[in-house]
Nanobody
Framework: QLQLVESGGGLVQPGGSLRLSCAASGFTLDYYAIGWFRQAPGKLEGLSCILPGDGKANYADSVKGRFTISRDNAKNTMYLQMNSLKPEDTAVYYC???????????????WGRGTQVTVSS
């Protein structure tokens, strides 16, 4: 079964840290663009991504300097390290992987089911 499964969410105090993991199964992440998104009530926000070409990480201004995206191809897993968390970071976090398949001539796009992150004292 082709899927992404997130883990690592939870409740953390302001200023704390969490690391989200997203494990891929049924396909290999190596050639995929990967990214993290979050959904708060009424707002969907792209946070970070790594394109497969140069491997450069990109970040939204809201998380730049606090969040770090990474991937471990050997474990077929991507991560989002979140530091200096703020109450406004509270949301459901989703991982995404996508690639244009030249043989199928279409975009393959996979999403995790989401993991809740709550930042509160």
């Amino acid at each position: 079964q082709l899927q992404l499964v997130e883990s690592g969410g939870g409740l953390v105090q302001p200023g704390g840290s969490l690391r989200l993991s997203c494990a891929a199964s049924g396909f290999t992440l190596d050639y995929y663009a990967i990214g993290w998104f979050r959904q708060a009530p009424g707002k969907l926000e792209g946070l970070s991504c790594i394109l497969p070409g140069d491997g450069k990480a990109n970040y939204a201004d809201s998380v730049k300097g606090r969040f770090t995206i990474s991937r471990d191809n050997a474990k077929n897993t991507m991560y989002l390290q979140m530091n200096s968390l703020k109450p406004e970071d509270t949301a459901v976090y989703y991982c995404n992987a996508n690639v244009f398949d030249l043989i199928l001539d279409k975009v393959l796009d996979y999403w995790g089911r989401g993991t809740q992150v709550t930042v509160s004292s």
